[in-house]
């Protein structure tokens, strides 16, 4: 125990010591690597209030706070496992007061030689970065040194956004707000702000706490990152998908918003007659079927009860899934943006209808009881039409920070609210895709998750002028690469990891979006090792026979739906952007990608210079 130190408690692996002044360490083993003057404060009206008091220790529990309505800090150790402890920070004020944030921060010393970065949701930067660059990890995060790793990671998301901020061995931990989503000029690309205030009416007398916070240690970094993920999955009580595999054949990539009932059918028929694997079932209409954002029904292209594209597809041999944004609106549009404007997140300063920066939409405001009926009843509706899956977009918007209905509910818990309204209604026998999702708070709502940005344009809409070479082609694969390796651990541990999509057009070489052989069996490869659910994209029927082959190739579909992978030398590459977004181009991407299917090892070596790939 320190001199100074007026308790310790230890389990064998870590030794907590305990200040007079409600400061607090955590040293890990027989090792240089601790975390020191480690504190915990709340943001409440404007100023930052610690807790007060004497520590109280019950076996492997300490507890600090409560005086006169000071936050109380809460610390177990050995909980999940023996080099594992946990904490929360909770307030219970004397008098009705706003909460804007809950805060842990302190120093961490010894070697560490890179971090491993979270971002905030499905189509955040992901990656490794040397631990001297500073910067924000989202929800969870780990630092990697020769001798040890930690991690630190939020065990839930039920209320608050976690940040985890890095500088010089300063570690500040935020229970917070979301953050605000900048656009990056000049490319496709956006970066997660700061957290944002709360802003959060507690009365008098009411518990409010803090997400549960963990930080673990131990030699091996795959392992205990795995076993972080698999900690955190098991307290978000995360879903497990055991019906049929999600692979299939999605529209979006080249047909855009111009599909057609037709583009879908012919699709599927093809897929059905050139993939020799019968699990590629499952056909996935996406945007583009609807009247608008806010008005769920069918567009003047579509039947009038999409019930009969379902069967359509059923006749073919093929399952069917739906495209929605449930918390989209167009301002003054059809649907909602005419009849509810009521219904949306407002804004603080004007109290009219917020609007979201990037997309210029308004957002429901899940806070309220009529949306939550009116999202089940949705759900409902796309049950009742008879699709097997759907893939909900654009989820973050419900998220954001707003003055919403009940000024007691947060946005993170308004969007598991709204999103647990909605499959209340369409039911948890059917597979729910979650995209532009924050990523733990899909934990538990979400079967499956985008874990990267769009890999491309839609095929027809570069037509239009859209800058496509900005991430198309071989682009968008290496970048798509970077964040489903950083999130490797998250597969099947938190949700099923969506990689996007598999395309193979473009082989002749004339249009830089597209892909030239080598490049298609790459994307092929990064996505089937992912393990989670696969979705080729092109227009079969325009395809040679040579691209036909690349997504028939025997290795490539034996090796979708799995357990996901290990890119074995990720934190031997850190990667180096001047600002981290997804359409970032890495500097440096881990070659070693290897995984398990069907009981076979499977290891390839991606050689991203020469666009190639090779078994070890």
């Known amino acids: 125990m320190p001199s100074d130190a007026v308790q310790s408690i230890s389990n064998g692996e870590i030794t907590l010591s305990l200040y007079a002044d409600a400061t607090f360490s955590l040293q890990f083993g027989e090792t240089d690597y601790s975390l020191s003057q480690m504190r915990a404060t709340a943001s409440i009206g404007g100023s930052e209030v610690s807790p007060t008091g004497v520590w109280q220790i019950d076996t492997n529990t300490a507890r600090c706070g409560g005086e006169n309505g000071t936050p109380v800090i809460e610390i177990a150790l050995g909980t999940e496992a023996p080099g594992s402890c946990t904490m929360s920070v909770s307030l219970t004020p004397l008098v009705e007061t706003v909460l804007d944030r809950f805060t842990i921060m302190g120093a961490a010393t010894g070697e560490f030689e890179t971090r491993l970065v979270e971002g905030y949701d499905s189509w955040s930067w992901a990656g490794v970065r040397s631990s001297d660059a500073p910067g924000r990890s989202w929800w969870r995060s780990a630092f990697v040194g020769s001798l040890a790793t930690i991690t630190a990671s939020a065990r839930t998301a039920n209320r608050f956004v976690t940040a985890i901020n890095w500088s010089n061995g300063e570690i500040t931990i935020e229970s917070a707000g979301a953050p605000v989503l900048s656009a990056i000029p000049d490319t496709w690309g956006f970066t997660a702000g700061a957290t944002t205030d709360l802003g959060l009416r507690v009365d008098a007398g009411t518990i409010v706490s803090s997400e ?55 699709n599927a028929r093809l897929m059905r007659e050139k993939i020799p694997d019968a699990r590629f079932d499952l056909v996935q209409i996406d945007d583009g079927w609807q009247k608008s954002y806010g008005a ?46 009521d219904w949306c997140l407002m804004d603080p300063s004007t109290y009219a209808p917020l609007l979201e920066p990037r997309h210029n939409r308004w957002s429901l405001d899940a806070s309220n009881p009529e949306v939550l009926e009116f999202l089940r009843g949705l759900g409902e509706q796309v049950r009742a039409w008879g699709f097997d899956m759907v893939k909900l977009d654009f989820l973050y918007f419900a998220a954001q920070s707003a003055k919403r209905h009940n000024p007691q509910i947060t946005g993170t818990e308004s969007l598991r609210l709204g999103l647990r309204a909605f499959i209340d209604g369409f039911g948890d026998d059917r597979y729910v895709l979650g995209c532009g999702m924050p990523m733990l708070p899909a934990v538990g709502l979400c079967h499956g998750n985008r874990i990267g940005h769009d890999t491309a344009m839609p095929v027809v809409h570069m037509e239009f002028g859209h800058p496509a070479s900005d991430w198309t082609g071989y682009r968008g694969i290496v970048s798509q690469a970077r964040n489903i390796a950083a999130r490797w651990a998250l597969q099947r541990r938190w949700f099923e990891c969506d990689p996007d999509i598999v395309m193979a057009w473009g082989s002749d070489g004339n249009d830089a979006a597209g892909y030239s052989p080598d490049e298609a069996r790459v994307l092929a490869a990064v996505a089937a090792l992912c393990g989670g659910p696969c979705f080729l994209a092109d227009d079969l029927a325009q395809l040679s026979e040579d691209e036909i082959a690349i997504l028939s190739d025997a290795n490539f579909l034996k090796r979708c739906w799995g357990d996901g ?42 050689d991203w210079e020469n666009h190639r790939i090779s078994s070890e």
């Open 212 to 266: 549960v916070f963990a930080f673990s240690f131990g030699s091996d970094p795959f392992s205990l990152v795995e076993a972080d993920a698999s900690a955190t999955g098991e307290a978000m009580h995360a879903r497990s998908w055991t019906g049929e595999a999600i692979l299939g054949w999605e529209s979006w990539y080249h047909f855009g918003l111009n599909v057609k009932p037709e583009n879908v059918l012919s």
């Open 296 to 341: 769920w029904w069918a567009n003047k292209h579509w039947p009038d009860d999409m019930g009969d594209m379902v069967k359509s597809l059923d006749a073919i041999g093929c399952r069917a899934g739906l495209w929605l944004a449930p918390f989209m609106v167009v301002p003054d549009g059809p649907g909602l943006g005419t009849d509810h404007p």
């Open 565 to 606: 992978l290990r890119p074995s030398d990720i934190f031997s590459h850190p990667d180096n952007p001047e600002v981290e977004h997804a359409f970032d181009i890495p500097s440096d991407l881990p070659h070693i990608w290897s995984a398990e299917r069907n009981g076979e090892d499977v290891s390839l070596r991606f």
